[in-house]
């Protein structure tokens, strides 16, 4: 079956990503547009139009892509963001385009040249996310549809996931510095322990992969935490929160229970 040709608008660390992505799936990139570029007519636009532009462009680049030109027919219109659904693709819709979202959950740097196993969130025209489904396959990644609504719901969770994983490493190690830890040193420390969680969490989902005092009910251990972060209000703050979040994975008795919720209280 013959791939549809493709365009990009943006190439920046997403657009820069997919433009390499695709050429190495063996799809035909017919034209991409750098900042302050744009198509002197529609034949310069392939049949796949990605707007990989920062969130605040994409409903403008798509007024001035309808306002520029005829009709959309036959033509998919998507962005790449990760908190907005294709409702922002109005303009372009009301002139024939098929339209969507086509995020996908990965950190993007620049130097990415696949998306191999990246799972892409999508949501908009059904025909649409066809070819976006069987897009993602050829570039051995995932999708998955989501409702519109739920956009910036997940984006928000990407956003504990991903971004805030790299703040809790960083409060880690601020904690291990208490103690004259070098940061460096506690980091090369602390990262396999993070790993094998993630891993633990993969295969054996939450409940089954909770370690260390609170799983066991160790209340003095705890005690004694609480009583030397006690030199650093912040952390001790952000350490009862966490910790009393993470009674709910905890299979203790309620006394226990109890005990732990007045020390992280």
Not at 187 to 207: D, I, Q, R, T, Y
Request: charged share 25%; glycine share 8%.
């Amino acid at each position: 079956m013959e791939k549809p040709s493709i365009s990009i608008f943006g190439l920046g660390r997403i657009g820069g990503a997919l433009n390499k992505a695709l050429l190495q799936a063996g799809y035909s990139v017919h034209s991409k547009f750098k900042r302050g570029l744009f198509p002197d007519s529609i034949d310069e636009l392939g049949e796949i139009i990605f707007l990989a532009v920062q969130d605040g462009e994409i409903e403008i680049l798509s007024k001035r892509i309808s306002e520029s030109f005829g009709t959309f027919e036959g033509k998919h219109i998507v962005h790449c963001s990760g908190a907005l659904n294709s409702s922002v693709l109005e303009s372009v819709s009301k002139r024939g385009a098929r339209t969507a979202s086509f995020h996908p959950m990965k950190a993007v740097t620049h130097d990415d040249s696949s998306l191999d196993g990246v799972w892409f969130d999508m949501e908009g025209d059904s025909s649409t996310l066809v070819v976006l489904e069987q897009l993602a396959k050829d570039l051995n990644a995932h999708s998955f549809v989501v409702k519109p609504d739920a956009k910036p719901l997940l984006h928000a969770a990407a956003v504990v996931s991903a971004n805030y994983l790299v703040t809790l490493l960083k409060l880690a190690t601020d904690i291990a510095r208490i103690g004259d830890v070098d940061e460096k040193t506690a980091l090369k420390a602390l990262l396999p322990l993070s790993n094998s969680s993630l891993k633990n969490v993969e295969e054996n989902g939450f409940e089954g992969s909770l370690t260390g005092p609170i799983s066991r009910g160790d209340v003095e251990t705890i005690r004694e935490h609480v009583k030397i972060l006690k030199k650093d209000p912040e952390l001790l703050s952000v350490y009862k929160k966490l910790g009393y979040l993470t009674l709910n994975l905890a299979e203790l008795d309620s006394d226990t229970i109890k005990e732990l919720k007045e020390l992280f209280g």
